[in-house]
């Protein structure tokens, strides 16, 4: 049966980095093994910039633009050169046509609706790092074949949140990718449209890549490869006494990451629920160290509770303006203009009057709703807020952990408690009650 590794940025930011898949794949002999692949490092980040360059004053002529288009080829051919020096099968010519691709792809959509020139660039990330990686594998014996995942996904044209064409992608993944004894590498987080165009998956979306693939070929198993041995009860970075998950459920770490935590794509878990894959997540530095687990056992959910911060939220509260009451058509009225912006909810609370909730600050999108709602309701307004959500909490846990500071709005359930607060009441480093 086919295993899935997905490796996202961070395990190949680097000629070092991308050395350090080589052992990790020879000890992996079973086949068919198919491996997604990420931009290497903050390439995504660099490839935005370079966009906004592009749509800017004086576009891909501009200084800004060929100054960050610069940088990134020279970093990516740093990386070619301390891998492969002198060798005949180096990429650099391969990658070197792929820039070129990319230069030629921000000259096509300048003007072009701004998702849709995202996708046809943001995606040479991908289609770059796995040009270098898979030519690197070879180079090392292992054999390997380099797809396209744009031929390969199967989207919409619902660009930078594409949906996936389920029964095209299965067909297309099995005939091309079913049964083979060498490596085969691909991309994470893109796909394309039956017209030809690149599309992406939302941002993070690699992990659902992976998934993707795992469920068209009834994968035994995904092992998503992190710079960390598995998933925390909280981020290690603001809680001192953060511990490692051994083994959680698909709803368990849905519920984590619907809200905000950073450990696996909210789309990821379904598919592989759906087939009972199990999902392992590992350290690429500590690859003999304990994963953790997530598959279909919930019986260890509430052993430990979870802590997820949401920073740089804002608070809106929305009231009628002839004192009527804040009924269902009102709240459906709001509630389908957070949609139409584009936006979540990560906190929601209502009143007979009133109807508020947390949003995360995106000024692109939150200025056009709160300027929206201003023509035909009261609306109040406060930024720079911290969300806390507790999962499993134990009794008292939620009132220490809000010692010295004002709540500003709670929700609770049987399983879940959230407060927000003003970030500046907030402190750097947190402390699980014991």
Known sequence: MTTVFKFGGASIKDADAIRHLTPLLERHRDRPLVVVVSAMGKTTNKLEALLAAARGEGGTQGDEYRRCFEALQTEH?????????????????????????????????????????????????????????????????????????REL????????????????????????????????????????????????????????????FAHCLDAREV????????LFNADPR??????????????????????????????????????????TVRSFETPDAEPTVIDAE????????????????????????????MDEPRQHDILGRLVKAGLHANLVDSGAMRFAFCLDDKPERLESLIESLRGDYEVGREDALMLLTVRHPRPGMLDTLSEGREALAERRNATTAQRLFRSRECPETWHIPE
């Open 77 to 149: 051919r740093e990386a070619i050169e301390a891998l492969f020096g002198d060798a005949t099968d180096s990429p650099r010519e391969c990658v070197d046509a792929l820039f070129d691709e990319l230069d030629a792809q921000h000259r096509r959509h300048r003007d072009s609706d701004h998702a849709k020139h995202y996708d046809q660039t943001v995606c040479y990330g991908e289609l770059i790092s796995t040009t270098i990686v898979a030519a690197w594998l070879n180079h090392n014996d292992i054999a390997t074949d380099w797809h396209d995942a």
């Open 153 to 212: 996904v199967r989207t919409d044209a619902c660009y930078q949140a594409a949906n996936l064409d389920w029964s095209t992608t299965a067909e297309t993944v099995r005939q091309r990718l079913a049964g083979s004894d060498r490596v085969i590498l691909t991309q994470g987080f893109i796909g394309g449209t039956a017209e030809g165009e690149a599309t992406t998956l939302g941002r993070e979306g690699s992990d659902f890549s992976a998934a993707i």
């Open 223 to 230: 092992v998503i490869w992190k710079d960390v041995t598995g």
């Open 238 to 279: 603001r809680f001192d006494n953060a511990v490692q998950l051994e083994r959680i459920s698909y709803a368990e770490a849905t519920e984590l990451a619907w809200h905000g935590a950073k450990v696996i794509h909210p789309k990821t878990l379904g598919p592989l629920q759906e087939k009972s894959i199990p999902l």
């Open 298 to 325: 919930r019986r260890f959910d509430s052993d430990v509770a979870s802590c997820i911060l949401r920073e740089a939220q804002v608070w809106v509260e929305v009231r009628p303006r002839d004192f009527s009451f």
